[in-house]
T-cell receptor, first 113, second 113 residues
């Protein structure tokens, strides 16, 4: 089956620890995205990547880092510099360009204790 | 910059009655517009997409939306609500500058029996 997988579904971490969220796609998509979702708010763009070995900051990149070493993988690291990391994180991908539909993974809910 | 405003944070309807979820957008060019649906603790699923073809767009599960340039609106409708339609709905506009999406804050649809 083609799709986007995110793991784990639920993640708990202590304050001050870095944590990495996984996102993998087998859709052969060029572009990948990370969004953050907070209660009562829409999705906000953290980072995006249009091609391997290249990525750009979104609207709320502070306290986050990414890498894009392979086309199918786009991991997100939430660092200790992120002041309020508890949220639902969604990964998405598409072929190219914003007019193309983005396909979303099931999300990871991160809770920092 | 592009932006999108969802005019209602919550909408409640009775099963079998019409659904109207309102969305206004701001864009300096002809945008691509999307409606996505999110069920609790799930990723997002595309309902429908407008990309400058027909102004009335039909989507999945009986939903449709009409693009009205003069009103800068893209409202989502369904003739008859079903219990399974209860979810969060997001109106989304493309951002060709960054080749990313800008999300509205969402409308939570409740369907009463």
């Amino acid at each position: 089956d083609g799709g986007i997988t995110q793991s784990p579904k639920y993640l708990f971490r202590k304050e001050g620890q870095n944590v990495t969220l996984s996102c993998e796609q087998n859709l052969n998509h060029d572009a990948m995205y990370w969004y953050r979702q907070d209660p009562g708010q829409g999705l906000r763009l953290i980072y995006y990547s249009q091609i391997v070995n290249d990525f750009q900051k979104g609207d709320i990149a502070e306290g986050y880092s990414v890498s894009r070493e392979k086309k199918e993988s786009f991991p997100l690291t939430v660092t200790s510099a992120q002041k309020n990391p508890t949220a639902f994180y969604l990964c998405a991908s598409n072929l190219a360009g914003s007019t193309d539909t983005q396909y979303f993974g099931p999300g990871t809910r991160l809770t920092v204790l | 910059a592009q932006s999108v405003t969802q005019l209602d944070s919550h909408v409640s309807v009775s099963e079998g009655t019409p659904v109207l979820l309102r969305c206004n957008y701001s864009s300096s060019y002809s945008p691509s517009l999307f409606w996505y649906v999110q069920h609790p603790n799930k990723g997002l699923q595309l309902l429908l997409k407008y990309t400058s073809a027909a102004t009335l767009v039909k989507g999945i599960n009986g939903f449709e939306a009409e693009f009205k340039k003069s009103e800068t609106s893209f409202h989502l409708t369904k003739p008859s609500a079903h219990m399974s339609d209860a979810a969060e709905y997001f109106c989304v506009v493309s951002d060709t500058g960054r080749r990313a999406l800008t999300f509205g804050s969402g409308t939570r649809l409740q369907v009463q029996p």
